[in-house]
């Protein structure tokens, strides 16, 4: 075999053993290229022509659909947050207006402190905040 | 008998927050107005973290003190237990012993919110805003001391709420707050010439 060049020669058949599934699978963050799939599914075929059964793919766009990373909205240079959590915390904050009267540096410090703890709808900081007694 | 001049001293005024309320600077913040603006989804996030960005924006000389800083790391400590346990943080008991107990565990995962508001506080200061830490003087701290009994006696609030008191009318005309224990200056207002925001739903 030379380096570079992917063979499959038939496989011979092990004692006891019916199916094998193989599948390759990337150990980094899913990039969206369908490399690995490419060589999975090569190796599925070899396997298959070699006498191992292999069980159907799911369709691709459907895998892809799954570890599709939802869209991020950038408040400041280097704070960018996911739809969700930007509702959260800026909903209801002028940031037109604070855009437009503070600093880049002052907006920035500012909107990435406020609502930076996830609180929750019952929390009522009039009574909550205080030092507890003994 | 109270002299004339006692009697023509200003007093103190409390007032609920509206939108477009003009606010006196310098302008002391207690730790609910801090810490509401620092946890999102309460019912006063909005107001809480839209007032510190009209006074950051506005370029207003904010004050705050040790005991702001104090009740609000021991409200982020008890947000986070309840967090771990999922509790509902107005039905849980919350004291040092149960903080001792838990301690480990709560720096262990919420180190974060616990230091989060030192690092508001030292960012929003390095991008320029005009944050000092009161009292600021002996002589002021020694006038503040005095006061701290008086506000007990005669407005009926905690030491804590009373040091607030002390401090917000000794450096501050304006004085943000969230807490109900504040009211009472509506009804029996102290000498002074502070107005007490009270931010409310």
């Not at chain 1, 150990?27 to 298959?48: I, K």
């Not at chain 2, 509401?36 to 019912?43: A, V």
């Not at chain 2, 839209?50 to 924006?57: Q, Y």
Request: hydrophobic content about 40%.
């Amino acid at each position: 075999m030379s380096i570079g060049t992917m063979t499959a020669g038939r496989l011979p058949k092990l004692r006891g053993v019916e199916d094998v599934h193989v599948e390759f699978r990337s150990d980094v963050e899913e990039t969206g290229a369908s490399l690995w799939d490419q060589v999975n599914e090569l190796l599925r075929t070899s396997l298959h022509r070699s006498g191992f059964p292999q069980p159907t793919p799911e369709p691709l766009q459907e895998r892809y659909e799954e570890v599709e990373r939802p869209s991020l909205i950038i408040v400041a240079p280097g704070i960018a947050l996911q739809a969700t959590e930007y509702e959260d915390r800026y909903g209801g904050i002028d940031l037109t207006y604070y855009r437009e009267h503070m600093s880049p540096e002052l907006f920035r410090a500012f909107v990435r402190r406020i609502g930076s703890i996830k609180g929750r709808p019952d929390l009522d900081v009039g009574e909550f905040v205080d030092t507890p007694q003994t | 008998m109270a002299s004339l001049w006692t009697l023509l001293r200003p007093r103190m005024q409390h007032v609920d927050w509206v939108q477009g309320l003009a606010i006196a600077e310098p302008v002391y913040l207690d730790a609910n107005i801090l810490v509401g603006s620092l946890i999102s989804n309460h019912p006063l996030y909005s107001k809480c973290a839209n007032l510190l960005g009209r006074l950051l924006a506005d370029k207003v000389e904010i004050m705050l003190s040790v005991v702001c800083v104090d009740e609000s790391i021991w409200a982020l400590a008890k947000l986070a237990y309840c967090e771990m346990h999922n509790y509902i943080p107005s039905k849980t008991l919350w004291n040092p012993s149960i903080y001792r107990r838990h301690r480990d565990a709560i720096l262990q995962s919420y180190e974060s919110w616990i230091s989060s508001v030192g690092k508001a506080v030292e960012d929003w200061t390095t991008a320029g805003a005009k944050i000092d830490v009161v009292p600021e003087t002996r002589q002021l701290f020694q006038d503040v001391l005095a006061l701290i009994p008086v506000y007990m006696k005669e407005v009926k609030l905690t030491p804590g709420d009373a040091v607030h008191l002390a401090i917000a009318g000794k450096h501050a005309r304006s004085f943000l707050t969230a807490d109900s224990d504040f009211d009472e200056v509506r009804q029996n207002p102290p000498q002074g010439d502070l107005v007490v925001i009270k931010v409310t739903a």
